[in-house]
Structures are given as C-alpha cells and as structure tokens.
T-cell receptor, first 115, second 115 residues
Framework: NAGVMQNPRHLVRRRGQEARLRCSPM?????VYWYRQLPEEGLKFMVY????????ESGMPKERFSAEFPKEGPSILRIQQVVRGDSAAYFC?????????????FGPGTRLTVT | AQSVTQLDSQVPVFEEAPVELRCNYS??????LFWYVQYPNQGLQLLLK??????LVKGINGFEAEFNKSQTSFHLRKPSVHISDTAEYFC?????????????FGAGTRLAVHP
C-alpha cells in the first residue's frame, strides 16, 4: 500500500511565478490536510479538504493561496505570485475518515524555494 | 485555544545515554497526544500516540512517553539512544472539534546524538 505521495519534492520559483504542489493521499483515504513548515519552526495547519469540499481553511493566508481536492486526481495547493516568504516545506497528510482524522499519515513534503 | 510547548529547542546527548524530550500542552478539552520524528529532508513519521487508557505509551524504535494530565505534559523518553536517533522530534495535540481533528504542533526539538 503506497503511502502519501507528494510532487514535486523540490520546487524553485522566481518571485511572481505560480507554484503548484500536488498530493495523492493513501489508497482509501478521502481526507487531506496541508501543513506548512517554515525554517526552524514546527508545522502549521493550513487547510483540510474532503473530496470536492474545503472543510476548514482557517490556516490559509487570505490572498494568493488556494487548495482543491477534486473528485478525480490529487489535491492541489496553489500559490500565486510567490514571494520569498513563501519559501518553506509544505506537507500533506491524509486520513481515512473524519472520525479517524487523528490518525494522519504524512507525505515526504515539497520544499519550495523562491528566488 | 490549544497550544504545544516543547521546552528544549536542541538536546545534545552521547550515544547510549538516556534522553528525555519535554512537551507541555494546553487545552480545555480532552485531547489526543502524539510524537512525530522527522529525519533530514523527509516527512514526519509517527513515533507514538496517546488516545486513552494507560498513561505510559510505548512506540517504535524503543521510545516511550508518559501522559500526565495534572501537569499537562507528554514527555518522550528513551533509555539508550543511538546515532541513528539524530533527528527533529515534534510533539502534537489534537481534539475532535467541528467533526474532525486538527493537529497542533510544537516548534520541535532537535536531538543530536554524539559518539
């Protein structure tokens, strides 16, 4: 059973470009969570999605950031017009159901560098 | 609001010595508690979790943690560390609210095991 997959593992973008980060949850999991880890800090919750629904986006910056989890395909975290402060590791986690959402399985992360 | 405090940002220790990584949390409701390990440039791996029952929890790689409700602590211990335990360790708390669990992480403790 493959674990949570994220790609790309490393992404370099110039200021003003767009970054798209992809997350494929574990097989059978329909709940996805995105976290951001800034240098020398712990992980901070960004958004929680179920298939085709955003359940909680209280940790998402109000501008430039968006997330989706379509019926088919991976979850996408999209950052428009990136700035240097967006440089961070972005982790995705998945769980099988809301009642089991304490059991989150993490992917290897995407390390975004904005130059 | 929930929060997690990891009291030590770095812990140096010699190989085969015991180690304790400290974690305190604050929450007004019942919580689940977790320890994750992050090796360099990798994702998070669950070490152990406390959901209910016995306050002494055993995890992988010889780690254990004790839940102390009166002191709101969940310290991680290992009686004899190896070089391979060098990594970042994160304590996390979650509670079921709004129909799901959201993980709140501490800032992390960097464990450096020296020969």
């Amino acid at each position: 059973n493959a674990g949570v997959m994220q790609n790309p593992r490393h992404l370099v973008r110039r200021r003003g470009q767009e970054a798209r980060l992809r997350c494929s949850p574990m097989k059978g999991h329909s709940h996805v969570y995105w976290y951001r880890q800034l240098p020398e800090e712990g992980l901070k919750f960004m958004v929680y999605l179920q298939k085709e629904n955003i359940i909680d986006e209280s940790g998402m910056p109000k501008e430039r950031f968006s997330a989706e989890f379509p019926k088919e395909g991976p979850s996408i975290l999209r950052i428009q017009q990136v700035v240097r402060g967006d440089s961070a590791a972005y982790f995705c986690a998945s769980s099988p159901a809301a009642r089991d959402s304490y059991e989150q399985y993490f992917g290897p992360g995407t390390r975004l560098t904005v130059t | 609001a929930q929060s997690v405090t990891q009291l030590d940002s770095q812990v140096p220790v010699f190989e085969e010595a015991p180690v304790e990584l400290r974690c305190n949390y604050s929450s007004s409701v019942s919580v689940y508690l977790f320890w994750y390990v992050q090796y360099p440039n990798q994702g998070l791996q669950l070490l152990l979790k406390y959901l209910s029952g016995s306050t002494l929890v055993k995890g992988i790689n010889g780690f254990e943690a004790e839940f102390n409700k009166s002191q709101t602590s969940f310290h991680l211990r290992k009686p004899s560390v190896h070089i391979s335990d060098t990594a970042e360790y994160f304590c996390a708390v979650s509670s079921f609210s709004g129909g799901y669990n959201k993980l709140i992480f501490g800032a992390g403790t960097r464990l450096a095991v020296h020969p």
